[in-house]
């Protein structure tokens, strides 16, 4: 809605860079909108016909858990923080519900897991919010303590087998209506309810606060420790669940399912506009961001580069998309 | 912005500060070399056997993480991280890898000298790139993470190559005595070389200015930005040498980077460098480098499950960053 208010301003007058540069700040949202619709174009160009509702759907459904973990980066971003355990526990929690779905039922196996995930968070919130151990160092050593856990249960489930749950590939890759990811059932809610959580409430400003200047946040009265801890939490439950569709969009359970998204996780929340200084970002640019990468890596393997050739360009595109987005919100 | 107010509460506290610091830091290392001590006794005590073979393999095992954690070191000294470590040592060890396959003993000297200026070329294209975008160090090497592992992947598509003989001999065996393993020898002297009269010059000065208060340092005359880019290209030539000594270990170049990077940063903080900038040195990463490594062997010889061994190792790191900050905390509040 806001966009249409924007683009009717910015009609007559011609697009400067002082313009652009003020919409980049207001709404980063908008070109990056606009890039990804470069990228569509792009798509379409290299394989005339390839772009269609279909291909949409697949393109959402890829993104979709990216996207969750991104969240978890974001709002730990926000506060100047990060979380490096996101791909451990995704990969964590989709395995274990894998292994426990023959026996003690999906149920279980969801709720076990998210405990799991949430205690987990639970020890790097105290390690970051009490202990003021670095973000990066105390997630970081997390992810090894439940890979190690996770490949001991591993070892322990080898002769119960495992299978990733039919309700799982159903809501990760499943359709419905022709071309709508099944996965946004889920995801919708979700992104709503982390945008109002960032924009409508006490904790989201916090979260903010926090990240802008933790001086001046504790001097008005906020408890830093209860915020992060409660963070942290949030995002290993977040990440858990990303868990979950990453192993039914895959169909694979395995203890290192989602460690490959955990860099590009970061790098979605960075081409969103989070600052990894803290203070500044939000989710929908986010989601964006993570569509985005989506998109690039669909167009390079449709170009049937080599994989050495999309990594390089990746990062590449990681570093333009970042250097613009600095060279335009700062004065 | 914390790390603002950090500074000035020390100014005021200057005299006693930093004499307190100065202990403080060394300090760390030398509880580091104490506990790697007690730790060799208890491998002793739990594996009568372990002996000079022991520390050999030992030494021979830590090269190229040791290398990358003196790499990650400088980087995060001078205020900054370094995440393309893994994938620089995987693109200079390929590369090496690549070239001395098959070829004459002399032509690996060329090599060898050649990669380690393509690893000062490495980092100084990271340092640059961090200077000119003005995007945080972070986001650029996460970046450069992709195109650095991209590149070896181009030089060589699966693990392949060859390693000249006088390399591997260079890092195997022992000199002088049984005890004193060659890979740890090369290790020290080649570090020493670097770092020290780095460390004793105005250089050294600046980087570590640069890394406790950029602003400060700008203010008195360093510049910020040339010395940003030395310190990533010291961090370049340090991952080039970690690749070589993993060519040389290994005798192949394998393209896809192994978790060098995270456990660098892991081992930097250990080893009592802070990440806020400015604060420890090269050797106490080293140490916290050969501390993990004896670990995982203890845990081995107590027949310890693999896995609950990399549980340890995240519970270790985790707790003695802890116990660290925990000090930090205590002496702040009087």
Redesign the interface.
Known sequence: MTDTVTTTDSGPKRLTTARLRGLFRERPIIPLIGLLAILVVVSELIRPGIVSLNWAGVMVRAAVPLAILAGCQTMTMLTGGIDLSVGAVASMSGFVVATLVGGPGLATGILVALAVAAIVGLISGIGVGIFRVHPLIMTLGMSLVVLGFANVWQIRMVQTGSGVPDQFRDLGAGIFLGFVPRSLLLFVPLAILIILGLNRTGYGRLLYAIGDNPIASRLSGARSWQVLIVLYVISAVLAGVAGFLYSGLTNVASVTLADTALLPSVAAAVIGGTSIMGGRGGYGGTMVGALILTVISSILSSLGYPEAVRQILFGALIIFVAAAYTRVTEP | ??TT?DTADQSTARPIGALGSMIRRHGWTLGLVGILLVLLVVTRLIQPTYGAAGVQGLAVSVLPLAFAAVAQAIAVIARG?DLSVGSMMALTSVISAALMEERSEGFAVLVVIGVLLLGCVLGAVNGS?IV?????D???T??????W??????VL?TPGGGSAEWLRTLTGGSIVSAWIPRAALLLLVIVAAIWIPIRRSRLGLSLYAIGSDPLAAYRSGVSVTRTKIVAYTLTGLFSAFAGLTLTATTGIGTPVPGPYT?LS??AV?LGGVS?AGGRGGVFGPIVAVVILSLLRTDMTFLNV?T?????????I??GV??VG??LQ?RKREP
């Open positions: 912005m914390s107010v991280i790139l000119l975008t003005r995007v945080p972070i986001v650029v996460l970046a450069m993470l992709f195109v592992a991209g590149c070896a992947l181009l598509g995270l940063v892991a903080v990440l499950n896995n609950l061994a990399t549980v340890a190792q995240g519970l790191l985790v960053v802890m900050s925990l905390l």
